[in-house]
């Protein structure tokens, strides 16, 4: 079975729904879990959901909220995913949760990889809810088309949660192409996943990565690997 396709009106709407959605999940393994975990994309996507969560009642104090990548910029940067989230996500009621971070003071996200991996871990076997962007090449998390480390960092055989990609050359990369990544493992076991996308543009971008290879179209492999655990939602 494979993923639901879900369209809305507007871009408010589908926020809306994707809140509803990830609100839902964290409800149902906190019945279940003394701690959730849910993974959030950055980009330019994810904010009206995160305003959203601001709102919603739950046991937030029980959450931990991670990031499904992460550009290697501090968290001063307006590129950074830490710097979204802090400032969208991680204040009024959904302040209660825990945040992990993926950037450290390291100077490459290679040299701070392992000690990363120890962070996410126990919260990625498996993770409750995660939230996916989408990029116009089709990349989701940092997974970049044919960038380096893709294979590595979309396998789904690995024991490792995170990993490093170099997405030099990939133009929706632009300067910020040192990356940490979730890995295919982490992505591929979460219990529920929804893929936020808007705009007609990226629809097609979506529609055509189904007949195209996960190398050219890291989307794909998203899709493959969670089948119906995925619920896309997307808008005009
Ligand atoms: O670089 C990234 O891009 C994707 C998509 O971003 P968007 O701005 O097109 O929504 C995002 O999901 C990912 O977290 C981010 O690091």
Not at 12 to 39: C, G, H, N
Not at 62 to 68: A, K, M
Not at 136 to 153: C, I, K, Q, R, V
Not at 202 to 226: G, M, N, W
């Amino acid at each position: 079975m494979r993923h639901e396709f879900l369209s809305f009106e507007t871009r408010q709407d589908a926020s809306r729904y994707a809140t509803e959605f990830i609100a839902r999940a964290l409800e149902k393994a906190l019945e279940d879990e003394p701690v959730a975990s849910l993974m959030v994309s950055g980009g330019s996507t994810p904010g009206g959901v995160f305003d959203n969560l601001t709102e919603v009642d739950l046991a937030w104090e029980r959450v931990i909220v991670g990031l499904v990548d992460e550009r290697w910029v501090g968290p001063e940067s307006d590129a950074s995913n830490e710097r979204l989230v802090r400032e969208r996500l991680l204040t009024g009621k959904s302040g209660a949760a825990g945040f992990l971070p993926m950037k450290t003071e390291a100077q490459t996200a290679g040299q701070a990889v392992q000690k990363r991996q120890q962070a996410y871990l126990p919260h990625c076997s498996p993770v409750d809810v995660i939230l996916l962007g989408m990029g116009e090449d089709g990349h989701t998390a940092s997974w970049f088309p044919n960038s380096s480390g893709l294979e590595a960092a979309m396998s789904c055989e690995t024991d490792q949660a995170v990993a490093v990609i170099d997405a030099t050359g990939c133009p929706v990369a632009g300067d910020n192409t040192d990356r940490m990544t979730l890995t295919g493992a982490a992505v591929g076991k979460a219990k529920a996943a929804v893929l936020l996308i808007f705009g007609e543009s990226k629809k097609r971008v979506f529609e055509t990565s189904l007949e195209a290879s996960p190398q050219d179209r890291p989307i794909r492999h998203a899709v493959d690997t969670l089948g119906p655990r995925m619920t896309v939602i997307w808008a005009p």
